[in-house]
């Protein structure tokens, strides 16, 4: 079979912890990290964070490395498997993240990262009947609405629309 990615979930918040336990065992782990703007009693500061909260991946081949140690290791809790099943992940989709990541390790997550425009960006908004309106996204308004300055009669007016419906001009 030989070596592959795995998914390992590991305990709340112990990403970090469960990682220097697996490289302990001389393990291949990644743990791809963003930064995060956290504020505590008037304090501002940039921490790393999982890019995805509770997982990390090990680079194991089952033959030879046992399920139930990797699931015994401190800050694990195992990894992902439906029944007795153990999905592989990808190489592929490592690649993808490691060439992502910045020269210090750090994979950069923003709104112009996920979804190609910021706030300030022209932007393209398709309508009813495939009709196309230009104009500028103000900001987003919760998970799926987007809010744009649309220019009508010389003035600009701010509408909610779909943020499926917005892309970048």
Excluded at 42 to 53: C, D, G, N, Y
Excluded at 90 to 118: C, N, T
Excluded at 147 to 168: F, G
Aim: hydrophobic share 40%; aromatic share 10%; glycine share 8%.
């Amino acid at each position: 079979m030989g070596y592959r990615w795995y998914a390992i979930r590991t305990k709340p918040r112990k990403e970090f912890f469960a990682k220097a336990n697996f490289e302990n065992q001389d393990l291949t782990v990644f743990l791809p990290v963003t930064k995060r703007i956290t504020r505590h009693a008037r304090k501002v500061k940039e921490v790393l964070s999982p890019l995805f909260p509770g997982y990390l991946f090990l680079h194991v081949d089952p033959e030879v490395h046992n399920w139930v140690t990797i699931a015994s290791t401190r800050g694990a809790i195992g990894p992902v498997r439906f029944g007795d099943y153990y999905p592989p992940v990808p190489d592929w989709f490592i690649q993808g993240l490691e060439e992502r990541m910045d020269e210090s390790g750090v994979i950069p997550v923003g709104m112009k990262e996920a979804y190609g425009f910021a706030p300030g960006d022209k932007v393209k908004v398709t309508g009813p009947n495939q009709t196309v309106i230009e104009g500028i996204l103000k900001a987003l308004d919760g998970k799926d609405r987007a809010i744009i300055l649309i220019e009508i009669l010389k003035r600009q007016v701010a509408t909610k629309v779909p943020l499926s419906s917005v892309r970048a001009a």
